[in-house]
């Protein structure tokens, strides 16, 4: 499929979707407190604290040097803390402290404006379009990128 110019490109679209997005969610975490990111942490805490830093990154899809980078930030903002493993004292695990309970709200409001705002004028059923397409991309690249044939299943994504 060709297009007339490189501004018209899947790349070049989703290099600039992407980019605009990121800004767009820098914008509204940033008076909250927090990175691009870091509010999956917040939910994954949100649906079980206590978790061990691997388990987090597990659940998260990235890897333990990241959350562990993330976890330092969000410690020192004061969202969440880490505490020793009761039975186990070389492992840690990580809790919400107050103010990460109580941004809970603001971050969905935030994201939810993101979303919002990203899928303007869409129809529900655009949405849900859209929402298939990411998805049939996102696999497709898996697999490149796994080596598999074009239609192998894709269990789930690994760490990147």
Known sequence: MGHANET??????LGQVCKLHHARAHDLLEGLGLYRGQPR???????????THGELAERLRVAPATITKMIQRM?????????????????????LTGAGHAIHQAVDEALATLEEESLAGLTE??????????????????????????QAPVKEMRTI
Not at 8 to 13: A, C, G, H, I, P
Not at 41 to 51: T, V
């Open 8 to 13: 018209e490109s899947m790349e070049f679209l």
């Open 41 to 51: 942490l917040l939910h994954a805490l949100y649906k079980e604290e206590g978790i």
């Open 75 to 95: 410690e020192k903002a004061g969202f969440v803390e880490r505490r020793a493993d009761p039975v186990d004292q070389r492992v840690s695990r990580v809790y």
């Open 125 to 150: 059923a655009e949405r849900g379009q859209l929402y298939q397409f990411l998805i049939s991309v996102r696999d497709n690249l898996i697999r490149a990128v796994e080596g598999l044939p074009a």
